[in-house]
């Protein structure tokens, strides 16, 4: 079962490209700082904007980077079921250990059209799916009980809670026992939702300080609380500052000052504000991270 803390990793570009060198040095520190998966083409990784073969190559590289050190989780999800499966079936092929399937986004389906998208991907699949609800950006909200029926198809195993809300969470685990791993998509929410069975986080702040998210996971799951409590404090406001604006700005800002990244987003994202940049890179100095 999926567990742990696992990174959403950024895809770094440089002059418009993708920026193969500086993506496998940012897939190195990853493991080196003891991060326990790592997930290529999610939202983090600016999926919209990668056309279907950078996709691809993009989920090869890191495949081919990590060599099974860490399992490897390749988002393969879209608003169309069939370029869904597409995506899926070239992750199962290219070896990834489990695809990450966005709901829908822009179409706007009914729980049953939900249930029947994620259905139909699963039965032409061997891959294991772990399933990503973010309402907030897709303007869909997979319900607790419709991810209960999925959790009854024997290749959905896990469920990314990007809701930031605890209570549907913990409704969720009541609801699946422990047929699915949930894992919190909202790094506010993971020490809490770890605090009610939840196995981990799809994260976006461990870019940044993967040892610590790491270390927060190793130490609830060693059953020491207090650390990880620590932990989730000292990463609090750093977790904020990746979301002073559209989520992968703060972040691929975050890596720039960092010197690892240029910090290149795509259109129709664009760089930060001088203000948020100013206020991003205070958080960094007195984390530590920067002078």
Known sequence: MLKGAITAIITPFKNGQLDEEAYRALIERQITEGIHGIVPCGTTGESPTLSHGEHKRVVEICLDQVKKRVPVIAGAGSNSTAESLELTQHAEAAG???????TPYYNKPTQEGLYQHYKTVAGATKIPIVVYNVP?????????????????IPNIVGLKDATGDLKQGAKTLELCGDKIAVLSGDDFTT???LCVGGMGAISVVSNVVPADMAGMCNAFFKGDLEGAKILHYKMWPLTEAMFYETNPVPVKTAMKMLGMTTGEVRQPLCPMSEANDNKLRTVMQKYGLIK
């Not at 907030?136 to 009854?152: D, I």
């Open 96 to 102: 990834a250990d489990y695809a990450l399937m966005i």
């Open 136 to 152: 907030g950006r897709t303007s869909v909200n997979l319900l607790p009980e419709t991810m209960a029926r999925l959790a009854q």
């Open 191 to 193: 020490f809490p939702l």
